[in-house]
């Protein structure tokens, strides 16, 4: 399961998705997360989703992918699914023993469901189809203005797009710590909860050790190479915004604009 965690990693390609401008697809993906919590019904929500279904069709990606990723979360939607399930109050439906399942329940915990999947797989592409340093610069650009109140812009992006980078990296050195103990004749998926929580130790120490020198290790590449932040540092490749950029931020703005009005025109 380590192995199907995709969050913060970059897969390259040459659909729209993947040419449209980061500043750009950061502002989407913020639009997108809006539009997700701002839907209170399953017709509004379908707006929403089929939003993502025509992004994640114009991104070329595999299908394969979302579903990989998906597979890590299970244990959050299903217990967000009972928590949903057996404690909202209304029309029984189904009754067993003293555990009643409400009507209510049923709708309100399917509705999380969809928008939970939805959130992850959503806010997930923008990391599939953008590099870490794309990233970086336009996350940088757009707190630019902050530096005015000497906000230092540059430095939080930097350490924003490090602590992405390396999420990859983490769960493959995970993985590998795993497999060690394993051979060892480590049980990591067995015996009782305690059990399972003190087999971990010898996992924990060892990632632990491992991220602190990779953190020395970067800290000294940065310091051989002159790093001193953001000040007189210039771009090898500029972001530069076209006609494309804002023709899918009006797209996203009008997904929104019918979600909301879905909203208002379902209850009449």
Known sequence: MIKDITIGQYFPGDSPVHKLDARFKI?????FIIMLFSADNFISLGAALL???LSFAVSKLPLKLI?????????????????????????????????????QGLRTSLF???????????????????????????????????????????????????AL????TLIEETDKIMSAQKARGAELDSGTFIERGKALIPI?????VSSFRR???????????????????????????GGSDFAALCTAILFWCAVLLLNVYTYL
């Open 51 to 53: 939003f993502f279904v």
């Open 204 to 208: 924990l120490i060892p990632l632990f």
């Open 67 to 103: 579903l990989k990723s998906m597979r890590p979360i299970v244990p959050v939607i299903v217990i967000t699914s009972l928590l949903n399930l057996f404690f909202i109050d209304g029309v029984t439906v189904i009754s067993i023993w003293k555990i009643n399942i409400t009507q």
């Open 165 to 168: 980078r390396f999420i990859p």
């Open 27 to 31: 502002v989407i993906t913020a639009i």
């Open 112 to 162: 999380m469901i969809i928008r939970l999947i939805a959130l992850i797989s959503g806010s997930s592409l923008l990391t599939y189809t953008t590099s870490p340093i794309t990233l970086t610069d336009a996350i940088e650009q757009m707190l630019k203005p902050l530096e005015k109140i000497k906000f230092p812009a540059h430095e939080l992006a930097m350490m924003m797009t490090i």
């Open 215 to 241: 953190a020395e290790e970067l800290a000294l590449a940065m310091e051989c190479r002159c790093y001193n932040g953001g000040e007189g540092r210039t771009k090898l490749k500029v972001l530069v915004s």
